[in-house]
């Protein structure tokens, strides 16, 4: 009778025995022994990465795509890991550095995720402009993939040097947010759901904000200064002599997001009551800049005009030049005005 008894027994124990030592989701590492709920946000934040900054993807739905997670999810999920490598908290005779003092469900732990990335951007903002690096949509992805890849390699390191048995293991069935969320009553249910959906929705406006392009930052700047220094060209008018040459300083800032090239026509102008009745050009200057410099040129030559009151203006072009160029069709412009006295020795 012994036989027959002991060989389900047996069966039974062997199955529960292999049934512990098969890897959950969690568990499974690759040969690099990084858990792959880290590997998946290294490379994520990666692919994020390269879609945005690199690629720099024009598409509103697939920026947002991958840079609602890389905004806010990954640093949090990286930081959360980093503060708490293990399953359970610390028992009494437990030692360690920075030990877990508290164990975090699943469904925990990836709300902190949500809560610590909000919480961190505003931090690699002030790096950002501590280090005086301009706040431009590549640079803030670079930053944040750096952070996230840094964050989850001390995380992983954290995490293997515990015991197998001690590691903390994503289990995405055993993620539970109904535990917090659908208790109580009716009401309190649904009063959690619309706070949720508030939260999410803010910060889905916060992170679109981030990865979408920022148009009304961009703009070309241009300035007539004076010939020596960078302050803006003298006192108008300017009293000059016959063929005696005005001169200034055109300076052009290109803030449009990449390189520009520039074409500015220097025009002399005869206005009368806010009308230009007639104009001639008198040189053109070609501008090479890149995105985010400024490029200064200096002109100076004669009126075409002989005597009177004329405007020299410079108007800025950042693409073909027009058949005629007018301060309506120019991109930008600024003049200055000039007085040309009479010769006293012509008949």
Do not use: C
Request: aromatic content about 8%; overall charge negative; glycine content about 8%.
């Amino acid at each position: 009778m012994a036989g027959p008894l002991e060989a389900p027994i047996a069966t039974n124990m062997k199955d529960q025995l292999t049934g512990t030592l098969e890897p959950s989701l969690g568990e499974r590492r690759f040969p690099t022994g990084l858990p792959v709920d880290l590997l998946a946000v290294i490379v994520g934040s990666v692919v994020a990465f390269v879609l945005l900054a690199v690629l720099e993807v024009t598409s509103p739905a697939l920026r947002a795509a991958v840079g609602l997670p890389l905004l806010l999810f990954a640093p949090g999920y990286a930081l959360v890991s980093a503060l708490f490598p293990r399953s359970r908290a610390l028992e009494e005779g437990d030692s360690a550095v920075l030990g877990q003092t508290t164990t975090l469900r699943d469904g925990e732990r990836l709300a902190l995720a949500f809560g610590l990335s909000v919480a961190a951007l505003p931090l690699l903002g002030l790096t950002m402009a501590a280090a005086s690096i301009t706040f431009r949509g590549p640079a803030v992805t670079a930053i944040v993939t750096g952070f996230v890849i840094g964050t989850a390699a001390v995380a992983a390191g954290r995490r293997l040097r515990l015991s197998p048995r001690d590691r903390y293991r994503l289990r995405l069935g055993d993620v539970a947010f109904r535990d917090g969320l659908l208790t109580g009553s009716v009401v309190h249910t649904a009063v959690n759901v619309v706070l949720i959906a508030s939260v999410l929705i803010a910060l889905t406006s916060v992170g679109y904000a981030f990865v979408s392009p920022q148009q009304g930052e961009q703009y070309t700047d241009l300035r007539l200064l004076a010939d020596d220094d960078d302050e803006l060209a003298g006192e108008y008018p300017t009293d000059l002599e016959p063929n005696e040459s005005v001169s200034f300083a055109v300076a052009v800032e290109n803030q449009e997001g990449d390189d520009r090239e520039y074409t500015a026509v220097i025009q002399e102008q005869w206005v009368d009551d806010g009308t230009v009745i007639d104009r001639t050009d008198l040189e053109e200057l070609e501008y090479s800049v890149d995105d985010g410099e400024a490029v200064t040129e200096t002109y100076e030559g004669p009126p075409d005009a002989e005597s009177g009151t004329v405007r020299i203006a410079v108007l800025l072009y950042d693409d073909s030049v027009p058949e005629t160029p007018t301060t309506d069709n120019a991109y930008r412009y600024g003049y200055v005005w000039v007085d040309i006295e009479d010769d006293p020795f012509d008949d």
